[in-house]
């Protein structure tokens, strides 16, 4: 059973839009949602992160949107640049002791291309 | 300044054959994670270790073995490689405490013929 659900699984976005990506989740202990992004042939790296005790965080033209009441969360970047052509996971994690704490549970990931 | 390693960064086996991939982090972290990552998959979870000594199973763990006698290293072993091994394998650490970020090695492609 999937746990947390990322669409959509491609998107093309022109140089200067907004990229949007969603992702929903079912377990209501996870307690942080980060963001990777993905080059190709490289590992992925952390991007941004939120805990559900905010609704909106922002790091330069990445955001991301919270929605802990519909249980979803998206990332939003602004400007889009052909730089950012990746692929982006969300991801979600619980914090709690003992075994299996502070897994990520990754989405299935978002393949972005930004053309010129 | 390695940070986490991942060896070899490419490999082709047969099927029914026993092969290792390494993983080598410089940072100290208690936590490392084994994943794999396919097409349509994302990353599925395969075993994790919380310190030396202490490993657990994740999502997908049949076929594949783990072991960690020391801090910096957490080999992943498949013991009678199977076509549907073929994959990308990723290595990530994470340090004790409050952070949750795990940082991810280059990746290990790997062929099973």
């Known amino acids: 059973q999937q746990q947390v659900k990322q669409s959509p699984q491609s998107l093309i976005v022109q140089k200067g839009g907004i990229s949007i990506i969603n992702c929903a989740y079912e377990?209501?202990?996870?307690?942080?949602f980060p963001w990777y992004q993905q080059f190709p042939g490289k590992g992925p790296a952390l991007l941004i992160a939120?805990?559900?005790?905010?609704s909106e965080k922002k790091e330069g033209r990445f955001t991301i949107s919270f929605n802990k009441s519909a249980k979803q969360f998206s990332l939003h970047i602004m400007d889009s640049q052909p730089g950012d052509s990746a692929t982006y996971f969300c991801a979600a994690s619980r914090g709690v002791s003992g075994a299996g704490s502070y897994q990520l549970t990754f989405g299935k990931g978002t393949k972005l291309s930004v053309i010129p | 300044d390695a940070g986490i390693t991942q060896s070899p960064r490419y490999k082709i086996t047969e099927t029914g054959r026993q092969v290792t991939l390494m993983c080598h982090q410089t940072?100290?972290?208690?936590?490392m994670f084994w994943y794999r990552q396919d097409l349509g998959h994302g990353l599925r979870l395969i075993y994790y270790?919380?310190?030396?000594?202490?490993?657990d199973k994740g999502e997908v763990p049949d076929g594949y073995v783990v072991s960690r006698s020391k801090t910096e290293n957490f080999p992943l072993t498949l013991e009678s490689a199977t076509r549907s091994q073929t994959s990308v394998y990723f290595c990530?650490?994470?340090?004790?405490?409050?952070?949750?970020?795990?940082?991810f090695g280059p990746g290990t492609r790997l062929t099973v013929t």
């Open positions: 377990n209501t202990a996870f307690d942080y």
């Open positions: 270790s919380a310190a030396a000594d202490i490993t």
């Open positions: 990530a650490s994470r340090g004790a405490g409050y952070s949750y970020e795990q940082y």
């Open positions: 939120i805990r559900p005790d905010v």
């Open positions: 940072w100290s972290h208690s936590y």
